[in-house]
């Protein structure tokens, strides 16, 4: 039973040596600091500093008799006033932090939000994976890229690009796609697929970097060794290279 208080104790705040401090001062009543820390197992220097918080919260109190100091316990009842005042507390730091939020999301628009990019960096084949998915997370379902075929089959196998190209209809996220490959046109549109294809010789691009505009993120992705990308969320940024992407697509460049 008594492990039981001791527990709701500590859920309520009290530390392990707290609480044994408070309940052994209950079963005594009025006791010098020596019998208090014997009763709780708590050496005297702790149980002592123990006991002046408690003080200073009003759970206890102290009188001198004769030559001897003795502490005596308030009311449980005080426990409650306690936590009623630290639940206004709250409040009054709730309250503090919505009024001042506005100003504090303003400084931080200025250096991390508005119109400043936001990028995060990515290494490594599960990297890379990691920008696919956010890619799939599309709103707006649409995602223009540009890519050498070469490479990325280098990275990816058959079974992973299958399985990417399945869960992005499942997503519904629609594709236009600038490829080139050293096996020349060998891609086809599919509406089953959500695909467009646009196909340029491989003596125009054989960059080994894919380029990805989704919503207002452009992922830059390197399948060199060390594979790497970076991915930038800024609007602008976003929309110009999904102009550039948009007019090779409607091209008659091949």
């Known amino acids: 039973m008594e492990e039981q208080l001791l527990s ?12 044994k401090v408070y309940v052994a001062s ?5 006791a010098p600091i020596q019998k208090i820390a014997k009763l709780a197992t708590v050496n005297r220097a702790t149980t002592y500093v123990v006991v002046q918080g408690f003080m200073n919260k009003g759970l206890m109190s102290s009188y001198t008799k004769g030559k001897k100091r ?3 316990p308030e009311s ?17 730091k709730e309250n503090t932090i919505n009024e001042i939020l506005p100003s504090l999301s303003g ?13 995060k960096f990515y290494e490594g084949k599960l990297g890379l994976n ?30 992973e690009r299958a399985s990417f190209t399945k869960k992005r209809i499942a997503k519904k996220v629609s594709s236009h796609s600038i490829y080139s490959s050293s096996r020349g046109d060998i891609l086809q549109d599919s509406k089953s697929d959500r695909i467009l294809y646009k196909y340029i010789d491989n003596s125009k691009y054989n960059s080994p970097i894919d380029i990805t505009v989704f919503d207002d993120n452009l992922a830059i992705t390197s399948f060199k060794e060390p594979m790497i990308s970076v991915l930038i969320q800024n609007e602008s940024i976003a929309n110009a290279i ?3 992407l948009t007019l090779v697509e409607k091209s008659d460049t091949k």
């Open 130 to 159: 990691a920008v696919r998915e956010e890619i799939l997370k599309t709103k707006s379902k649409e995602a223009f890229s540009i890519f050498n075929l070469d490479s990325l089959e280098g990275v990816f196998t058959a079974e």
């Open 76 to 92: 449980p009842d005080k426990l409650s006033a306690l936590i009623r005042e630290d639940k206004a507390e709250v409040e009054a």
């Open 107 to 119: 400084l931080y628009d200025t250096t991390q939000g508005g119109n400043r990019p936001q990028v």
């Open 26 to 30: 209950l079963k005594l009543g009025s």
């Open 70 to 72: 003795l502490f005596t």
């Open 242 to 244: 999904r102009q550039i």
């Open 8 to 19: 709701k104790l500590r859920s309520l705040g009290f530390s392990d040596k707290e609480s």
